[in-house]
Nanobody, 123 residues
Framework: QVQLVESGGGLVQAGGSLRLSCLAT??????MAWFRQARGKEREFVAA????????DYADSVKGRFTISRDSAKNTVYLQMNSLEPEDTAVYYC??????????????????WGPGTQVTVSS
């Protein structure tokens, strides 16, 4: 059974840091990503990493502040979030793509999702 489980969300002041974790079990995923959805807005791409080659991709809004990484031995992907801003407040979702060649940012290209973890940044 495929399962993605996020952890590490919480409440932090502006300028602070959080690290999200996503444990993946059940099958091999070639690309893992983080998305977020703020209240009243559409789910948006944050960052992605190709697990086998560690190439990464970031949304412009988080580039230079967030870092995605993976620990293959632990089947875990991380999102280190620094210099957090109130605009980063959202539910953060881990997603996985089983297609080796795809490098998409579209939600529809990720077949597996975690339940999400809330990140709240206070001003």
């Amino acid at each position: 059974q495929v399962q993605l489980v996020e952890s590490g969300g919480g409440l932090v002041q502006a300028g602070g840091s959080l690290r999200l974790s996503c444990l993946a079990t059940g099958r091999t995923f070639y690309r893992m990503a983080w998305f977020r959805q703020a209240r009243g807005k559409e789910r948006e791409f944050v960052a992605a990493i190709a697990v086998s080659v560690s190439s990464s991709d970031y949304a412009d809004s988080v580039k230079g502040r967030f870092t995605i990484s993976r620990d293959s031995a632990k089947n875990t992907v991380y999102l280190q979030m620094n210099s957090l801003e109130p605009e980063d407040t959202a539910v953060y979702y881990c997603a996985a793509d089983g297609n080796f060649f795809r490098r998409s940012r579209a939600t529809t290209d990720f077949g597996s999702w975690g339940p999400g973890t809330q990140v709240t940044v206070s001003s």
